[in-house]
T-cell receptor, first 109, second 116 residues
């Protein structure tokens, strides 16, 4: 399976610090996507990185992709309490995404 | 723009009852996905449709589960008969075709299902 696996499972930081989450997967992909889920809500798409890209930025988000290592990372800079949520990576192969168990991020004010 | 709309938001019913979950995808999106989320198993893809046609239902747990998409603006996921182990949050997501398959999925807020 090309399921993404996030690491760490849980992360607790202070507001203003950076948060880094890692993702590993197993097979070749078309792209890799990161999603956020707030408690009691659906997943919200954050950023997509194509298989031929190595790094991508969106606001305070920075995503890297290393296809040789089958890994990706999501960096949130200058974190805010509102960033508290679960974060999922989702590698895409074919038409489907497969989601890992997520990283639960808590940002303390 | 309205997002993906799911109903009901919460459903509590007794085991053995039929449960029907509903989803209205974003207008213009041609792919629709049903997921189930539990603490133990995380987020699992149950079935997905492309242009209203079921493409992959390998994630549907058993014959008690069925899904339909009679038109581009409506889909249902039915469980009959329901069992306590079906308790979970069920999400619907839709996606536009876009170019080169690089389109994100848009999720509804889910239906929290409790089978007593």
């Amino acid at each position: 399976s090309q399921q993404g696996e996030e690491d760490p499972q849980a992360l607790s930081i202070q507001e203003g610090e950076n948060a880094t989450m890692n993702c590993s997967y197993k097979t070749s992909i078309n792209n890799l996507q990161w999603y956020r889920q707030n408690s009691g809500r659906g997943l919200v798409h954050l950023i997509l990185i194509r298989s031929n890209e190595r790094e991508k930025h969106s606001g305070r988000l920075r995503v890297t992709l290393d296809t040789s290592k089958k890994s990706s990372s999501l960096l949130i800079t200058a974190s805010r309490a509102a960033d508290t949520a679960s974060y999922f990576c989702a590698p895409r192969a074919g038409n489907m995404l497969t989601f890992g168990g997520g990283t639960r991020l808590m940002v303390k004010p | 723009d309205a997002g993906v709309i799911q109903s009901p938001r919460h459903e509590v019913t007794e085991m053995g009852q039929e449960v029907t979950l509903r989803c209205k995808p974003i207008s213009g999106h041609n792919s629709l996905f049903w997921y189930r989320q539990t603490m133990m198993r995380g987020l699992e893809l149950l079935i997905y449709f492309n242009n209203n046609v079921p493409i992959d239902d390998s994630g549907m747990p058993e014959d008690r589960f069925s899904a339909k998409m009679p038109n581009a603006s409506f889909s249902t996921l039915k469980i009959q008969p329901s069992e306590p182990r079906d308790s979970a949050v069920y999400f619907c997501a839709s996606r536009s075709q876009g170019t080169a398959g690089n389109q994100p999925q848009h999720f509804g807020d889910g239906t929290r299902l409790s089978i007593l």
